[in-house]
């Protein structure tokens, strides 16, 4: 492995980040993104988020460590030995969901996700919406708040909250899951291969309006969406050895 010496360093703007940034830069040398081997990112969850979309292009190697709450995708801030770290951590690559939306006006929306696609009703009347899996109808009809599709390293956020299945990281696998669903009322959501194809179309739009979002990307009055592992795109993250994602993900299955 190429050693990583030089560092950048972005923070989520908190105060407690913002000291974190300060205790860094009087220990290190830091470099802007455009010169740096690796970007070091200060806050939570939804920073290191951000931050996987802002950087993305750059296909530099992202460090995360926690100034935030539950810093799932982050290390432990510490200060010291920093260059051991990051060079003894262990990368794992992300791969984000392209949404293509298409709205009640005609327009069409683009977006990738790494953490999930959602569609969720915007009206007092439950969605209803129906979904096919690689061209072929599956649900003709969901009656729900929504649904999601999620990746693996975001199987622990939105999608485990509405009761869907936690994913190990490299299982190529996504998951499709309902939001509070009442029919099919057992239908719990499935579990697909990451080349599915995934469209959902929005019935009595008019009546039952329905959004989608790509993690923080919003599009209003939808009436397609179509979800799809986006395999020209991805962000490399690191972790310590000692505080892999994987065992994160491991671990949040017997968590009660």
């Not at 000291?19 to 830069?25: K, S």
């Not at 993104?33 to 996987?52: K, N, P, Q, R, S």
């Not at 990051?86 to 683009?110: C, F």
């Not at 919003?218 to 592992?229: C, L, N």
């Amino acid at each position: 492995m190429v050693s990583l010496k030089r560092i950048a360093c972005v923070d989520s703007g908190s105060e407690h980040a913002r000291q974190g940034h300060e205790v860094l830069r009087s220990h290190y040398d830091l470099s802007h993104v455009e010169e740096a081997d690796v970007i070091i990112a200060l806050g939570g969850d939804g920073f290191m988020l951000h931050t996987f979309h802002e950087h993305m292009d750059h296909n530099l190697p992202i460090y995360g460590m926690n100034r935030g709450t539950v810093g799932f995708l982050l290390n432990e801030f510490r200060e010291d030995a920093l260059y051991e770290r990051i060079n003894a951590a262990r990368e794992e690559r992300i791969y984000p969901l392209q949404m293509i939306a298409r709205t009640a006006d005609g327009s069409v929306h683009k977006a990738v996700a790494f953490n999930e696609v959602a569609l969720v009703r915007y009206s007092q009347q439950s969605a209803n919406i129906r979904i096919l899996i690689n061209g072929e109808v599956r649900l003709e009809k969901l009656i729900c708040d929504g649904v999601l599709v999620a990746t693996p390293a975001g199987s622990t956020a939105y999608n485990l909250s509405a009761r869907g299945p936690i994913i190990p990281i490299g299982s190529n696998i996504t998951a499709l899951t309902p939001v509070s669903p009442f029919r099919p009322r057992r239908w719990q959501g499935a579990l697909l291969p990451h080349t599915a194809v995934i469209d959902f179309e929005i019935l009595d739009p008019q009546k039952r309006p329905v959004g989608a979002s790509a993690d923080s990307h919003e599009v209003k009055d939808a009436m397609t969406v179509t979800v799809s592992e986006d395999r020209s795109k991805f962000v490399r993250v690191l972790f310590d050895e000692d505080h892999s994602l994987e065992e994160r993900i491991i671990r949040e299955q017997f968590a009660f």
